[in-house]
């Protein structure tokens, strides 16, 4: 993090309440307060339900808080924006679109040539394993295809923070790391902050440079964890094996009473 | 859905189990097997008939259908010529002239229906178009749809047919007013569809619109449009139907002449041959626009899993 550039989005004691004044009413979060550095990459781990994706919809633009506000580079988040890109827990391809159209959609609306188009999709699905599979359709790929695809459709915007929500669950173990390891490459290259949402601690380990928990709902963020080790990370050593143990402790514990409460 | 299919790349291949490195032409191939598919529908589709005639002819050979009454297929086929006559009246309007009598009877029968057909058509496509365009725009500019949804929702369940003064008055006689009355008939319900089917299309889609960058236009141009296509396409297949029954009961009333006058001949006069002869042909142009319009659907919404045009359902 240096000092002088903006933070890629700062949170300050934002609260959201989903269907006010409704009998559904939901308090997600409540006075949550976390910030992303230029190019820092935090990861947001906190039992099911907590508020994680509420989170990150805030901070995509695409809900307003209730209490608090939520900056980036600076600027309230007024609406969402190409550099501010969020991949969703489900993936989104659009499906009368072939896959690298899917990818290269935000190019096509600012006017970039069909031909110019293909060829950035083509690079960054290279990346991801699934150029022979770019002139198909979507719904001929696998769900973890799909997802992956939408990754790259948000990271062909080079955005300045990327929102990934639990993006590698529909992935198996080995595919999940090397897809963290494009993922790092690229975002390095585009000198982008990433905010990652998870279930998985060692995703969280190996990728991130902080660790949020964030509490039963409503969500706040209760421990904060910073990890130091270089990449590529050996999740077997010592220091990396004492912050799992410590992580497991808290989050069970806010699971416990997130189950509780619910029996409530 | 901009797509430049001249561009000299990646074509779409929305066949899902072949492979980039398949060298023998993956599209010939699956366009052969649509064919083959298309082919065997069509031989189950005539067995289908074949099997109800050889039933009604086995019948008619057992004495048990009176051929006064039930005249079986070979009967009143076999009478085309002189039941053919009956379908003189688009001609009559067509010509009017003194030739019609030595039109042979194949042109008469083709003459009427092409006619009723073309107001069918005409009607369905104003329609549709219509409905699309003023769909998006009552979404696009929420002034426009305040504006015209609740007159559009209080004249929709009104039945068509009270309509045929109001296209007597506008337009006389003739075509226009049958094409009127098909464009009636469809257009307030399939607005309102249209309408329901944007307020449908799935929030993601949207957000990730929004997230690229889209402007208001590109969203609805590039995004809702291609979503609820299908959904429209379902529901002018399901109007198909009421299209034709309003095209033929405009012209039963006389105000254009077509197959709308035969089914009136077939309803009051008492000729069995005709009767079923116009069963017969009725049945033969539903199907072929049915057949038409998955073909256009498969077109358009090539991007189906499935290759759209209903096929779930057909097998
Ligand atoms: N659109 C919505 N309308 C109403 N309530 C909502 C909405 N979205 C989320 N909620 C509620 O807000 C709370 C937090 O949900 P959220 O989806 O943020 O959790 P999460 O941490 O992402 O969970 P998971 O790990 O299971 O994805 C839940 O109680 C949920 O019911
Ligand atoms: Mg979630």
């Known amino acids: 993090m240096t000092a002088e550039r903006p933070l890629s989005l700062a949170c300050r004691g934002v609260g959201k309440i989903w269907s006010p004044g409704l009998p559904s009413e939901t308090r997600a979060l409540a006075d949550l307060s976390l910030n992303v550095g230029h190019r820092e990459i935090v990861a947001i781990l906190g039992p099911s339900g907590c508020g994680k994706t509420t989170l990150l919809r805030l901070a995509a633009g695409l809900e307003q808080p209730s209490d608090g506000s939520v900056l980036a580079a600076g600027q309230p988040v007024a609406g969402p924006s190409p550099t501010r890109t969020m991949v969703f827990q489900v993936p989104c391809l659009y499906p009368w679109q072939t896959v690298w159209e899917n990818v290269s959609f935000g190019l096509a609306l600012q006017g970039v040539s069909r031909q110019d188009r293909h060829d950035s999709a083509r690079g960054m699905l290279a990346k991801f394993g699934l150029a022979p599979v770019m002139g198909q359709l979507p719904h001929t790929l696998s769900l973890g295809m799909q997802q992956r695809a939408a990754i790259a459709r948000a990271l062909l915007m080079q955005p300045a923070l990327l929102i990934l929500d639990e993006p590698f669950a529909a992935l198996d173990v080995l595919m999940r790391q090397r897809m963290l390891r494009y993922l790092l490459e690229t975002v390095r290259e585009t000198n982008g902050a990433v905010l990652l949402a998870t279930h998985d601690i060692d995703e969280a380990l190996a990728l991130a440079d902080r660790i949020l928990v964030m509490t039963a709902r409503p969500g706040r963020i209760r421990t904060e964890l910073r990890i130091d080790e270089e990449r590529p990370r050996d999740l077997n050593a010592p220091a990396l094996l004492a912050a799992r143990r410590h992580l497991t402790g808290v989050i069970g514990d806010e699971a416990d009473r997130a189950f509780l409460e619910q029996e409530a | ?315």
């Open chain 2, 1 to 315: 859905m901009p797509r430049d299919m001249k561009a000299p790349i990646h074509d779409i291949n929305p066949v899902a189990s072949i492979g980039p490195n398949c060298s023998n032409g993956p599209k010939a191939r699956a366009s052969k097997a649509r064919w083959r598919a298309f082919g065997v529908r069509l031989c189950w589709s005539l067995l289908s008939v074949g099997l109800f005639a050889l039933i009604w002819e086995a019948a008619w050979l057992a004495g048990l259908a009176d051929p006064r009454l039930l005249p079986p297929p070979h009967v009143f086929l076999a009478d085309f010529g002189a039941q053919a006559r009956h379908f003189n009246t688009s001609d009559r309007w067509l010509i009017t002239s003194g030739e019609v009598a030595a039109r042979p009877a194949a042109l008469a029968v083709l003459s009427t229906v092409t006619a009723t057909a073309t107001r069918v058509l005409a009607g369905l496509a104003l329609a549709a178009i219509a409905a699309l365009t003023m769909g998006l725009a009552a979404r696009y500019w929420p002034l426009f749809g305040k504006l015209t949804l609740p007159t559009v929702t209080f004249l929709a369940p009104v039945s068509a047919v009270t309509w045929l003064p109001v296209a007597i008055f506008i337009f006389g006689v003739g075509s226009m007013p049958a094409i009127f009355m098909v464009f009636i008939a469809l257009f307030f319900l399939m607005l309102l569809a249209t309408v329901s089917q944007i307020d449908a299309v799935e929030a993601p889609y949207l957000e990730v619109a929004r997230m690229m960058g889209a402007s208001r236009r590109q969203i609805f141009l590039q995004v809702v449009l291609p979503a609820i296509l299908p959904g429209l396409f379902v529901i002018l297949r399901l109007n198909l139907f009421a299209a034709w029954m309003v095209a033929l009961f405009v012209e039963a009333t006389g105000v254009s002449r077509g197959l709308g006058q035969v089914v009136m001949l077939v309803r009051n006069g008492f000729n069995p041959r005709l009767v079923f002869f116009t069963i017969v042909l009725l049945g033969v142009i539903g199907y072929l626009f049915d057949l038409g319009f998955r073909l256009i659907e498969r077109r358009a919404l090539y991007w189906l899993p499935g290759g759209g045009g209903g096929q779930y359902l057909d097998r």
